[in-house]
């Protein structure tokens, strides 16, 4: 079992950057793939980024590839995205996540956080 804990929330201007980190307790997350994902009001969530257990590949999603970058820290436990020139459609609760392979696919995740807010202004 393995707890996950988002934290970057913040409030930026489009074009700005901003950085989020998945903390992990419990079970080491290095025995996981990590994929972040996001939720806008009214839609489903939706696949951004994901990252193998050792950091040797990632997956983007189109709308992010490009402008965000995922990355991990097995010694910190701890998971990063960070999201450059950030945009109003990237406005949204950021969720990490934690399972055996990096997919995009929401619901092969078992372990979650609880969410972040991201929110874009002009």
């Known amino acids: 079992q393995v707890q996950l804990v988002e934290s970057g929330e913040g409030l930026v201007q489009a074009g700005e950057s901003l950085r989020l980190s998945c903390a992990a307790s419990?079970?080491?997350?290095?025995?996981?793939?990590v994929g972040w994902f996001r939720q806008a009001p009214g839609k489903k969530r939706e696949f951004v980024a994901a990252?193998?257990?050792?950091?040797?590949?990632?997956y983007y999603a189109d709308s992010v590839k490009g402008r965000f970058t995922i990355s991990r820290d097995n010694a910190k436990n701890t998971v990063y995205l960070q999201m450059n020139s950030l945009k109003l459609d990237d406005t949204a609760v950021y969720y990490c996540?934690?399972?055996?392979?990096?997919?995009?696919?929401?619901?092969?995740?078992?372990?979650w956080g609880q969410g972040t807010q991201v929110t874009v202004s002009s």
């Open positions: 990252i193998t257990w050792e950091g040797v590949s990632t």
């Open positions: 996540a934690a399972d055996l392979t990096a997919v995009a696919d929401p619901s092969k995740y078992r372990y």
């Open positions: 419990g079970r080491s997350v290095s025995s996981y793939a």
